[in-house]
């Protein structure tokens, strides 16, 4: 059991201000493959597999093709480990790419050569060959994917941040600039954890990055100050093939250098992509003494907060908050889109998984919300049961909520971010600068007028619990009769009232993401 990790799980998705919602979110916890060899070369893990998505699909029957549903497998899955996979898409272009690589970015990592060997550059190397095998496959569906509104062919494509965790091994693939770090705790006296950055935004300013785009025929240029990979197609008006003499336009258009889809940055003459399918990859031992905290999200999470303070937004929450409280990702995710709103900015897609890695043996997990903890030594069948060690909160019932609920909801716990918002006391190096923050500066009754709104750009929209005595403002007669009961009695109406309340309130945080059992 010592070369395996326990950890709670969270994930939270928001479309923020944008039109459309782009990301998508994949979590797959299976066991390891048996030594069969035509188990591992169809990648297969006869074992249960869960698919966490953020997305309103109902869940159905997905057995493997071939097992009995009524033969018992618990001889089989008590004697093998589990493997997870975590990965975030930040789509673009449209949500195209980034739902083809969710479906199929797995199954294709998993039939590499050398994925489940147990040397680590043989992994890396299977893991890069799955990504690139990924893009290509996307030139299949490219004829079934929506045109632009100029009848070209689809230019969706979307970032990609893997991270697979077998026993204590942490292996990391990314392309695009979703972002993976780490919370670390050097000492045990240490009051606020280091955060250590294990992927680099692929940027096509970098060197690197714009040398590459340009020997492989591309170029680099700003628009409105961002660098963007240049889109050479020739102009619209043109017709017959294309010649040497043909106009080529010039677009600025996308600003990752590195991403899977995007097949309109294939070069002819070199015969490449000059936005890169091929990921950069990272090992790491994980020790949970030592490695609190997890976070893989996108850039409407990075774009808003440094990656210490969510490393230290974690900590402190779950040192803060009860175990009914709101799950450490979606405490990122909201405050990610508070600070939005504050910058009177329009929030882009949000994302964030996090996991909090906990010692094996250690004092009880104070499970939130939305959270699941998962033993990769048992795997996903043995999730400790409500009341024992490892969980100690009530599991929710699952109910798909609307998307009107859930972006309302996310405006309350975006609330209750900004009220109860409190970093470690680490000498002042956890807190935004003085002009980036508001947080601070305002009064309590301000923070939550401000918060009761909707996101930039969104209109207006009340909350469906709602009354004349608001939840964000208390109204003048519950104050004047609160003044009147603090002079005389207690009374008991207000209590039973106040607990009333306080019921409408708390059923809105029991919801969880939809959960896809495959056996």
């Known amino acids: 059991m010592g070369d395996t990790i326990i950890f709670r799980m969270s994930a939270f998705s928001e479309q923020g201000g ?174 606020a954890l280091e955060a250590l950055e294990l992927t680099q935004d692929h940027k096509p300013e970098l060197p690197k990055e714009k040398e590459r785009i340009e020997r492989l025929g591309g170029s680099v240029m700003k628009k409105s100050g961002v660098n963007r990979v240049v889109w050479k197609r020739p102009r619209l008006t043109h017709n017959g093939p294309v010649r040497r003499s043909t106009v080529i336009d010039q677009i600025p258009f996308l600003a990752v250098a590195r991403s899977l889809g995007d097949l309109w940055s294939y070069d002819f003459y070199s015969g490449e992509f000059v936005v890169s399918p091929e990921p950069d990859t990272t090992v790491m031992t994980l020790d949970p003494k030592k490695h609190c905290y997890i976070i893989i999200g996108s850039d409407g999470l990075w774009n808003m907060m440094p990656p210490k303070n969510a490393v230290n937004m974690c900590y402190s929450h779950d040192k803060m908050v009860g175990p009914k409280a709101m799950s450490c990702a979606r405490r990122l995710g909201c405050t990610a889109l508070l600070f939005w709103k504050e910058r009177m900015l329009r929030a882009d897609n949000t994302t964030v ?115 004349s005595d608001g939840i964000g403002r208390p109204s003048k007669s519950l104050l004047q009769k609160t003044h009147e009961q603090v002079q005389g009695e207690p009374s008991h109406e207000k209590v039973e009232k106040s607990s009333s309340e306080e019921c409408t309130i708390m059923p809105q945080h029991h919801e969880l993401p939809c959960v896809r059992a495959e056996c």
């Not at 739902?99 to 890069?128: I, M, P, T, Y």
């Not at 798909?400 to 970093?423: I, N, R």
């Open 18 to 191: 944008r039109k459309y919602m782009e990301d998508v979110v994949d979590i797959r916890i299976e066991y390891e493959p048996t030594t069969s060899p035509h188990k591992v070369e169809c990648g297969q893990a006869a074992a249960a597999m869960w698919v966490e998505s953020l997305s309103n699909e109902g869940s159905g029957n997905n057995s493997a093709p071939g097992q009995d549903q009524g033969a018992p497998q618990r001889s089989v899955l008590d004697t093998r480990k589990s493997v997870a996979f975590f990965a975030v898409f930040d789509g673009h272009g449209g949500r195209e790419a980034a739902q083809f690589a969710r479906e199929n970015l797995w199954s294709l990592l998993k039939r590499q050569r050398g994925f489940w060997s147990h040397d680590h550059n043989e992994v890396c190397a299977a893991l890069r060959k799955g990504f690139i095998a990924c893009h290509h496959a996307m030139w299949k569906e490219l004829p079934e994917w929506p045109k632009t509104l100029t009848g070209l062919p689809s230019t969706s494509g979307t970032t990609a941040s893997v991270v697979v965790i077998r026993g204590v091994h942490m292996y990391v693939a990314h392309v695009g600039d979703s972002a993976v770090v780490v919370g670390v705790k050097e000492n045990d006296s240490d009051i």
């Open 353 to 467: 998984i996090v996991l909090a890695l906990h010692e094996r043996g250690g004092a009880p997990i104070p499970m939130h919300r939305d959270e699941i903890v998962v033993d990769m030594a048992t795997g996903i069948d043995h999730v400790p049961y409500p009341g024992t060690t490892y969980n100690t909160c009530e599991v929710p019932k699952v109910i798909p909520p609307s998307v009107s609920l859930e972006q309302t909801l996310g405006l309350y716990e975006a609330a209750f971010c900004a009220t109860t918002q409190a970093f470690p006391d680490c000498g002042g190096t956890m807190r935004l600068s003085p002009e980036d923050s508001h947080i601070e500066k305002q009064a309590l009754p301000t923070q939550i007028e401000s918060t009761s709104s909707s996101p930039p750009l969104k209109r207006s929209r009340r909350f469906p619990y709602s009354s």
